[in-house]
């Protein structure tokens, strides 16, 4: 990806980490789901093609991955930021579209100031696909 004037760029508290997309997304998801919440994340998305990812030398991006594995949480091993969130692999075509969730609390929030913010609560009762991997709080049926 090509940095442009109208790239936006996101980093860690310290800048080990910096991730650059070409632009603010459509709208960002304040996701209520067992693990966004407890990260206090706000998720804009993008393709993974769009995404620049850099880490400064002797930085380490550290992976939580949990539930049915379908994707990665990335987060600085310096300052503890969760940055970005990852596919592990290509959701089924069923399943929505290919995508990486970036951390907009990373970014500068005067960029943000009028992008909609949308409550997530859906994924409440959205069970994995596995209820063995299900998180204790997690109030999906299964």
Known sequence: MATTDTSIRSSCHCG???????????????????ICRRYGAAWGYY?????????KPNAVTKQYVWGDGDLSF???????????????????????EY???????????ELLRFVDRKFEYSVLMSPLRSKDTAHPDDPAKY
């Open 16 to 34: 080990a980490i910096t991730v650059t997309v070409p632009r603010l997304p459509e709208y960002i998801n304040v996701c209520q789901c067992t």
């Open 47 to 55: 393709h993974p093609d769009e995404v620049k990812i850099e880490t």
């Open 99 to 109: 995508q990486m969730g970036l951390n907009t609390n990373n970014i500068n929030p």
């Open 74 to 96: 990335n987060f600085c091993d310096n300052c503890g930021c969760v940055c970005y969130w990852w596919p592990i692999r290509p959701p089924p075509t069923d399943e929505g």
